[in-house]
């Protein structure tokens, strides 16, 4: 999915704007155990940014992050403002980083956005079909939080980003036309997840409390960070050629995704990892 800043046929959304000095405030209207998220990977038009904030609050979301935006100041641009048409009090909230793992910080579910599949990388899924199957899990309390990643409007997100999601979610378009808007790839996320937790009614669906015993899946970067200590044990072990790594550690991502471990389970691995290379030093820790 191409997420450029224009789509052949699409108006920008600049009509029907009204001032936006009178935005009502803003209310979470997602059910408060399913944080959900939206990032904007190195976004380059403030336009968009503003778009992308409009979408987020008509679907009752406000949670926006955007990782390394071509401009600083994207947040307080004149062209940001005017596109958010009446949610800048989304703009005012949303946060610039860094890295997208300070982006996904709290996020132990995280969708990316592409048109192309990538090898070794996640499952491919159909927005609508894919999030049906997770919602009533996110009702239920058993996912934590929720991220939907977008990458640059000119490039699409980079195959590194993608290997780090769970799914990777295509918007199905006409097959000799495929180019999205980002603001656009944004709203129909938005909208499919909203219809998926059930509407503007979900607060009527009684949520399943977590048992006490239940110990929600470690987040994304706590997990990039295990990956990191464990690729350090292989290649300590002389199991992993730094040289020739192939595909190992992507593999090993989709394992470890798979399997979601909690915060509990990644301690055990990170002490695993240690004992592996204080044997490979002889001992030495």
Known sequence: MDCGQERRGLRDGSDNTRDSTDAPP?????????????????????????????????????????????WPDVLQRPEAIERASGATDVLARARVVDTLDEALG???????????????????????????????????G????????????RYGMANEDVYRCHVCLRIPTAPDYG???????????????RQALGGFDAESVP????????????????????????????????YLDPA???KLMPRLRLLFQRAAPTASEVHILRGVARAMIAAARGGRR
């Open 179 to 193: 180019s999205l808007n980002l603001a656009a790839a944004v709203q129909l996320i938005a909208y499919e997840w």
């Open 26 to 70: 803003f209310r979470q209207t997602v059910r408060p155990d399913t944080p959900t998220r939206f990032v904007l990977i190195e976004p380059s038009h403030a336009g968009n940014v503003g778009a992308a904030a409009r979408a987020l609050k008509v679907m009752g979301f406000g949670d926006l992050v955007l990782v390394r935006p071509r």
């Open 244 to 246: 020739a790594p192939k």
């Open 142 to 153: 058993e996912v934590g939080g929720v991220a939907f990643l977008f990458g640059p409007e």
């Open 106 to 140: 709290g996020m132990d579910h995280v969708c990316a956005t592409a048109m192309t599949p990538r090898d070794f990388g996640p499952p491919t899924a159909a927005p609508r079909e894919h999030l049906a199957a997770l919602a009533p899990r996110a009702r239920a």
């Open 207 to 238: 949520a399943r409390a977590r048992g006490p015993a239940a110990e929600p899946p470690a987040d994304a970067p706590t997990v990039s960070a295990m990956l990191a200590h464990w690729e350090e044990a292989l290649v300590a072990v002389g």
